[in-house]
């Protein structure tokens, strides 16, 4: 297997897992640390109710892993937000997000050696899904045909969860005002050079996902990252208008035209007509006034760390402990008189 001289980081997003966390975190470390120089396991715990920050702060201890970076954050938050909790926090050159549950650690090498060879970022989509209800299948189908009209994309299989980012690919989300939100689809977006990896593998342990939450989380993800809904909304005011307009033009015309009208046809419906004239313009405003003050927002985060500890053994640390005892005993041979001849 080909060693990587990187420093990688792999990032986990983890909740109610104590049973198994310290299972994952061995054999990442096995696989991780065959194929690189140096690494760190950064977990992001997202708000677990269960044993898990005991067994995390146990895995840190003297007798426990190296090359762990813990935040257990106060509440549960979405994948995408916990994920970038970690991404933000990395110090590798490469950085991976990995779900435990559902992605194979064991196709990492294959993903690492196509960023170590150009590519900016690499996707793997496990064709192996899950089983969920056919209600969420529906929900997510219709989700991403939506998406992939707005911004270009299909998320699900362009932009999957399971991905290898560089340095410069983090750097530039960081810019973004809102680079919890826009995590998901930035790098596949941003014009940087990207490879899609499928593989097939059966997840580790199937969970269901809870629809409610996922619509919340799709409806924030299509508002935050798109001005596709808003642009609807526009197009539909400004259609209104000149609808309202046509039909008023209508009206004055039949009033000309015929001599056998209704009394009171032609005052109220161009009344009515006006006056839907004038809310399609309003909402027309608003809609745009609504867009331009979105893209210059700015949220607080969406997330707050309440704890955070790293292993007591980091082997970076101790690898650059060698290599200034070797620097200075280097400097001191060569000052010693008897090492000048």
Same mark, same amino acid.
């Given at each position: 297997?080909?060693?990587?001289?990187?420093?990688?980081?792999?990032?986990?997003?983890?909740?109610?897992?104590?049973?198994?966390?310290?299972?994952?975190?061995?054999?990442?470390?096995?696989?991780?640390?065959?194929?690189?120089?140096?690494? +760190?396991?950064?977990?992001? /715990?997202?708000? $677990? #109710?269960? *044993?898990?920050? !005991?067994?995390?702060?146990?895995?840190?201890? &003297?007798?426990?892993?190296?090359?762990?970076?813990?935040?257990?954050?106060?509440?549960?938050?979405?994948?995408?937000?916990?994920?970038?909790?970690?991404? +933000?926090?990395?110090?590798? /050159?490469?950085? $991976? #997000?990995? *779900?435990?549950? !559902?992605?194979?650690?064991?196709?990492?090498? &294959?993903?690492?050696?196509?960023?170590?060879?150009?590519?900016?970022?690499?996707?793997?989509?496990?064709?192996?899904?899950?089983?969920?209800?056919?209600?969420?299948?529906?929900a997510c189908a219709i989700f991403n045909g939506l998406y992939k009209r707005f911004n270009g994309i299909h998320l699900a299989k362009e932009a999957p969860q399971y991905r290898v980012l560089n340095r410069t690919v983090v750097n530039f989300i960081l810019q973004h005002p809102q680079p919890a939100m826009t995590y998901?689809?930035?790098?596949?977006?941003?014009?940087?050079?990207?490879?899609?990896l499928n593989y097939s593998a059966m997840p580790k342990i199937s969970h269901t996902k809870r629809l409610g939450e996922s619509i919340d989380r799709s409806m924030r993800l299509l508002v935050s990252t798109t001005t596709g809904p808003m642009r609807i909304v526009t197009s539909l005011s400004l259609f209104g208008a000149?609808?309202?307009?046509?039909?008023?033009?209508?009206?004055?015309?039949?009033?000309?035209?015929?001599?056998?009208?209704?009394?009171?046809?032609?005052?109220?419906?161009?009344?009515?007509?006006?006056?839907?004239?004038?809310?399609?313009?309003?909402?027309?405003?608003?809609?745009?006034?609504?867009?331009?003050?979105?893209?210059?927002?700015?949220?607080?985060?969406?997330?707050?760390?309440?704890?955070?500890?790293?292993?007591?053994?980091?082997?970076?640390?101790?690898?650059?402990?060698?290599?200034?005892?070797?620097?200075?005993?280097?400097?001191?041979?060569?000052?010693?008189?008897?090492?000048?001849?």
């Amino acid at each position: 297997m080909t060693l990587f001289p990187v420093f990688l980081s792999v990032v986990f997003v983890v909740r109610n897992q104590a049973e198994h966390i310290e299972t994952i975190l061995s054999d990442a470390a096995n696989v991780i640390s065959s194929i690189v120089s140096d690494y +760190e396991l950064i977990i992001i /715990d997202n708000a $677990s #109710v269960d *044993d898990s920050i !005991a067994v995390l702060k146990k895995l840190t201890g &003297e007798n426990g892993k190296p090359n762990l970076q813990i935040y257990a954050l106060t509440k549960e938050v979405d994948t995408d937000t916990a994920s970038w909790v970690g991404l +933000e926090n990395a110090l590798g /050159d490469f950085i $991976s #997000v990995i *779900d435990p549950l !559902a992605d194979d650690i064991g196709f990492l090498p &294959e993903m690492l050696d196509k960023a170590a060879h150009g590519a900016d970022v690499v996707f793997a989509n496990n064709k192996k899904k899950p089983t969920q209800s056919l209600i969420y299948r529906g929900a997510c189908a219709i989700f991403n045909g939506l998406y992939k009209r707005f911004n270009g994309i299909h998320l699900a299989k362009e932009a999957p969860q399971y991905r290898v980012l560089n340095r410069t690919v983090v750097n530039f989300i960081l810019q973004h005002p809102q680079p919890a939100m826009t995590y998901r689809h930035l790098p596949a977006t941003g014009g940087f050079t990207r490879v899609i990896l499928n593989y097939s593998a059966m997840p580790k342990i199937s969970h269901t996902k809870r629809l409610g939450e996922s619509i919340d989380r799709s409806m924030r993800l299509l508002v935050s990252t798109t001005t596709g809904p808003m642009r609807i909304v526009t197009s539909l005011s400004l259609f209104g208008a000149f609808a309202n307009l046509i039909y008023s033009i209508y009206v004055v015309a039949i009033g000309i035209l015929k001599s056998d009208v209704a009394p009171g046809w032609i005052s109220l419906s161009l009344q009515q007509s006006g006056m839907f004239f004038l809310i399609s313009l309003v909402l027309l405003v608003l809609s745009e006034y609504i867009m331009q003050m979105v893209s210059l927002s700015n949220e607080g985060p969406l997330y707050h760390v309440g704890q955070e500890f790293t292993s007591t053994r980091m082997t970076r640390r101790e690898k650059l402990n060698i290599e200034e005892v070797i620097s200075k005993s280097s400097h001191t041979r060569g000052n010693d008189p008897q090492h000048l001849f």
